[in-house]
């Protein structure tokens, strides 16, 4: 999964080091903690954490008001099937359904799946190859028509549209037809363009998915926002994510791209027909800003609710909530992950024992100050899997010792390493860094200055990082740049080993172009573990599989994890029935959040 902030600042990055010392000691003076700050505060928050893996102020919740959000960053597409960036797929559960969903509860229960438009999850055959849903009574489109079994096929049938709906998650299309023979609704030449054959619907209130192989995390992927109905007759194909057609409680009334969004109500919808949702707002807004210190200041002015994009406040608007408005903050895991990859058709990193020289040669202690501190930035990160995914271990798994003796580095260590490579003088190599991540090139900096340490001298090359698809997701490029490490995050998709590392680890998804196996990691055995996790049942089974999917992938030394990533989110004074949620990594659960007085 995707997330995006724009703030591109260098002055952000040069402000992000002078509050470092005041984020230590907010830490030790239990900033970090999960205590709720009493019982809240005069102005009526919550209080600090009060709404991290719990809810908060559930019952204060009332009808009608404007819930404002605000952001520095636009979705890349509000069209289910295009959209990709983990806000996006929260707030598009106000204009669309699926037949299944996140669970509206705080922490691990979040990411389980619920029904939403079917009646029930799915019945799933002894194989695990065909999954059977039926649809719920009085389920309607904005204009009041019955949603049907063939709108949700049709939505589905979308995902196969790569050539006009390129972006999202393409999850389905590689479960449903390994074998690419479906064209697409736009290429289909059947009359109904209904000829996906591996979905059947046998009537308007009945749909069935045919896999070729089974796949224990299907119906995860059916809660995916990409496997929203699309009504056929309102499908305006390329356009579709300027004023998508709601199945939801609230439908477009205006977007200007860049500028603002504007949600009301869909009086079509009926509560009867939703378990999920309870449409507190009348109306729902997002006002989008161009600068995060702006943005910030209206958040904590009282002007908005709530920051749309959910990757923390700037280090100058988390200085001054942490000082003097504490207790309309959370301080959750993020479910991400950053770190520094190897690409091993990069010299000398096909070597494994000069990627264990980096990992043994970085200050982990400065990485994490780099990405914000133990509050800002997270705790040290020591493995690939993150907290939020089944089997994770987190920091109890430290094969490296990165939190533990070797924390500071151990140039001890890195020097055995760069001479069992045949590189006992160290090597010189080139960091890719996203330009408009300031935090990135802080990050890069610092593992700069503590490699040089054990001889590996680094050169720190910042391109343009909203082309990263092209220039370091293509490996000719990487190889020819010399990229010998990439700095990076990533979040799962949805909590599995398969929703998060699959596209990071697996052979299969090394790609010409906008690949993300970076390291160009080719191991059967990761492959054949990822292969067994598809056939496994049980979720005791699962986690043991992707516990052992993370050790080969942290044996092989392919990635410096440098956190385990936190966020510093606000939460105005004004909003209730508020948490996080392990479906959107950390994010709070947009869908029923409502105002404690809706006329303010």
């Known amino acids: 999964m995707t997330t995006q902030r724009t703030s591109g600042r260098r002055k952000q990055a040069l402000a992000a080091a002078a509050v470092v010392a005041a984020l230590l000691t907010t830490a030790a003076c239990g900033g970090g903690g999960d205590d709720d700050g009493g019982s809240g505060s005069k102005n009526g928050a919550a209080g600090f954490n009060a709404a991290n893996n719990k809810v908060a102020q559930a019952s204060e919740a009332k009808k009608g008001g404007t819930l404002k959000f605000a952001s520095t960053q636009d979705a890349d597409s509000w069209d289910t099937t295009r959209g990709y960036y983990g806000f ?37 055959s002894a194989d695990g190859k065909t999954y ?30 790569q050539d006009v709906l390129s972006g999202g998650p393409t999850y389905l299309k590689e479960v449903l037809d390994p074998k690419g023979e479906y064209q697409g609704p736009y290429k289909d030449k059947a009359k109904d363009k209904l000829g996906l054959k591996a979905i059947e619907t046998p009537d308007d209130k009945t749909i069935v998915f ?22 056929q007759d309102k499908d305006t194909k390329s356009k579709y994510g300027l004023h998508p057609f709601s199945s939801g409680p609230y439908k477009f009334e205006s977007y200007n791209p860049g500028k603002d969004l504007t949600l009301v109500r869909n009086t079509e919808w009926k509560q009867s027909s939703d378990p ?9 807004t997002i006002k989008f800003f161009t600068n995060a210190n702006d943005l910030d200041a209206r958040l904590i002015a009282g002007d908005y609710d709530i920051d749309l994009a959910q990757t923390g406040l700037s280090p100058q608007g988390r200085t001054t909530a942490l000082k003097e408005h504490k207790e309309n903050l959370d301080n959750p895991v993020s479910g991400y992950i950053r770190y520094a990859t190897f690409p091993q ?3 000398p990193f096909d070597n494994i024992h000069c990627r264990k020289a980096v990992l043994y040669g970085a200050d982990h202690v400065s990485l994490q100050t780099a990405r914000g501190g133990p509050v800002a930035g997270g705790d040290i990160g020591t493995n690939m899997l993150p907290p939020a995914v089944p089997g994770s271990e987190g920091q109890k798994y430290d094969p490296y010792e990165m939190a533990g003796a070797n924390k500071s580095g151990n140039v001890e260590k890195a020097k055995e390493e760069l001479k069992a490579c045949g590189k006992p003088n160290g090597f ?69 080993v398969q929703g998060y590392g699959l596209p990071l680890w697996h052979s299969d998804y090394i790609l010409d172009s906008a690949n993300n196996n970076f390291a160009m990691i080719d191991d ?77």
């Open 88 to 124: 996006m797929w929260d707030f598009s559960r106000y204009y669309s359904r699926q037949l299944v969903t996140n669970k509206t509860e705080p922490g691990k229960t979040g990411a389980e799946v619920t029904p939403d438009l079917a009646t029930d999850v799915a019945k799933v």
């Open 210 to 231: 045919h896999l070729p192989a089974a796949n224990s995390d299907f119906e995860e992927m059916l809660a995916l926002t990409s496997a929203s109905p699309v009504r």
């Open 132 to 161: 059977t849903y039926t649809l719920r009574d009085g389920i309607t489109w904005e204009d009041g028509k019955p949603i049907t079994s063939k709108d949700v096929k049709y939505g589905i049938e979308r995902v196969w549209a």
């Open 524 to 600: 059967p055995k990761i492959d054949g573990l990822f292969a067994d996790y598809l056939t496994q049942k049980d979720a005791a089974g699962k986690e043991k599989t992707a516990r052992e999917i993370n050790h080969k992938v942290m044996e092989g030394a392919y990635y410096l994890p440098f956190v385990f990533e936190k966020f510093i989110n606000w939460r105005s004074s004004n909003i209730a029935n508020v948490y996080t949620t392990d479906a959107y990594s950390g994010m709070y659960d947009f869908v029923n959040i409502g105002l404690k007085n809706p006329k303010k």
């Open 276 to 284: 999920v949702r309870k449409a507190y707002p009348d109306k729902i």
């Open 345 to 347: 058709n990069v010299k």
């Open 428 to 496: 010189k190599t080139t960091i890719a860094v996203r330009n408009n991540k300031p935090v990135e090139v802080a990050t890069a900096e610092s593992l700069q200055a503590s490699l040089k340490k054990v001889g590996i001298n680094v050169e720190i090359d910042q391109y343009d990082g909203s082309q990263y698809a092209s220039v370091i997701g293509s490996p000719s490029n990487v190889q020819k740049k010399g990229y010998g490490i990439i700095i990076m995050g990533w979040g799962p998709d949805f909590p599995s």
